[in-house]
């Protein structure tokens, strides 16, 4: 972690150390665009050095996720790659592993993707296509909803067996076949014995402390994102407009805000207020309506796309493409890292 020239960049995934730290995944503008790379940047407004970089060479980071410290375990931040390979890294160390052991290379061969990882809990754990989820234990990446993988594999190997003997009219078949296939998005839990996976078509499981259950979703959308702010408040948002709030036991239903014109990606909760990110900007949900976010900052481009949102302690952070913004006591804050401000 050091200082370094000036590249111009666009943010990625991130996630909130503290009040006053931020880690987040870039890519560097003018690279080439076969070459994978990650720089991770460090913020620290506690510090003479704002800015601070982590390199992570040949990966695509895609999510990332505090593991916060405990007795005898440093703070660290664990970075997915979107064919399984996983850093966990602070200042004093970087373990590298793969979900699973030496599977990356696998993966990539058979196009298989992860989405998303979340601390919960002691564990980290990690979900991605073809109904994979993971959990990190002592021994390494153990995949624990093995019934939930092979029942989206036997529908993968089916759709592709059919691809090859359907005709062009039996297109309607082929669809609903692939709409079988479960691809994982985001997972996350209030605690190890109560998580969430949400995927396409309107997919919800939950994982109960002894089985996984199929959720019955109000949709059919796609779903990207759920936030877990209680055990009874849970948050699923996605494609069209579509933003659910409930639990596994009371069932989950619509805000009915009819703007079935955006994709909501990220959603979190935040003093009292229900944010989700857009393609075109940060919005507060309300039951029946959203409407945008008065950052009060002239400065802002009217549109900017949201990659993250996260909170700490009594800050709320947002990561737009090319800038951080910080909510600290009813102020909204832009951070602008410098390579972008040539």
Sequence with gaps: ????????????????????????????????????FTRIFILNLSSKMLWMHHDIADRTIISMALRPGSDGLARACGALSDYGKFQLFNSTEIIEEEIPAYGAEDNRDDGLTFAAISHIGNRVYACGAVGRIYRRDDGGWVQIATEIFSAALQNLRSFIGSEAQEQPQDILNLTKRISAICNFEHIAGVSENDIYVCGNNGKIVHWDGKSWHDLSAPTRQHLHYIHCHSPDEVYVCGHSGTLLMGNAR?????????????????????????????????????????????????????????????????????????????????????????????
């Design 1 to 36: 972690m050091r200082g370094k020239k000036q590249m111009p960049i666009s943010f990625g995934h991130g996630c909130a150390v503290s009040d006053d730290i931020f880690c987040v995944a870039s890519f560097l503008d003018e690279f080439d665009p076969d070459t994978e």
């Design 250 to 342: 009371d069932g989950f239903r619509h805000f009915a805000i009819g703007r079935n014109d955006l994709n909501f990606w990220t959603v979190q909760k935040f003093n009292g207020a229900v944010y989700v990110g857009t393609a075109v900007g940060l919005f507060q949900a309300e039951e029946s309506k959203i409407r945008s976010v008065d950052f009060g900052l002239p400065e802002l481009p009217h549109y900017f796309t949201v990659q993250a949102l996260d909170s700490s302690k009594r800050v709320f952070w947002v990561v737009a493409d090319k800038f951080l913004l910080r909510l600290d006591g009813g102020v909204w804050k832009k951070i602008d890292h410098p390579d972008n401000t040539l």
